[in-house]
């Protein structure tokens, strides 16, 4: 049994004549006729139609045999625009990794559109630190990973610069520098750091040293095993000051105040990058890439 019998028989039962089945079908009507009768043959010779000189009429075993066929035939059709939206990217699954100081700003609004976008694409997101990130992308556990810093950043790894984020600075409200609504790096010298020992910590305590690495600068970079909002409720206890992300501006109810960061070059900006694997081979991976691609 073969599709092409479903096919001939539904198209017999649909216009009442093997002849007119050809017609439909683009095929000799004594085809449609052998195809059928091979079929009921190979069924042990079951009548699936009554013929006559005015036609085809099923039989009781035909009607029941035409609505098993019809709904065989529906779900191959299913089965391979699926397969065909699968191989384009347009369904399918795609796992994504980020840091949990991710979960606001621009990743947050990329994926929200993207969702939107491409329904029929599940997206997994795994929550995990850079180290974690990387080996779940070299093991193809992860489809591709958003963390901070430059293309190249992987070097086993392809990469796609995205977004960017202001840095600012956490400070307590009572802090002198709080009423400022720029502050540039030369004012934050001999000031106490709290840095969280989870990423994106690592990242911003090299931005830190980058910026304040003379000796007169004296920095007190402390590192701690805290999350971002126990970070900033230690900053509002007066126990130094914190470098953030511009998504952190949300976080005002923690009685700590956000201000950018300039240097002689304007605002201090933190870059964004996706990273995957070379031969990742998952369709949707593309199509997830080519969404939230920034425009040429």
Known sequence: MELRHLRYILASARNGSFSAAGYELNVRQPIVSKRIKELEDELGGVVLFDRSTGGARLTPTGEKFVIAARRIIEDVERLTEWTKASAAGKVGRIVVGFYKSLSAGGFRAGLRDFREQHPDIEVELIESPFIELSAGVVSGAIDT????????????????????EHLV????????????????????????????????GPDIHAILLRHLAAPSDHPQIVTRRLSRESILSEVAGGQGIALQCESANGLTSLGVVFRPLHDGNGATRLGYIACWKPDNTNPALETFLNAIRPPA
């Open 169 to 200: 600075v956490a400070l307590p409200e009572g802090h002198p520098l709080a009423e400022r609504q720029v502050i540039y790096w030369p004012e934050l010298k001999g000031e106490r750091f709290l840095i969280s020992q989870h990423d994106p």
């Open 145 to 164: 990973a958003i963390i901070l810093g430059d293309a190249g950043k992987c070097e086993t790894l392809e990469s796609l610069a995205l977004w960017s």
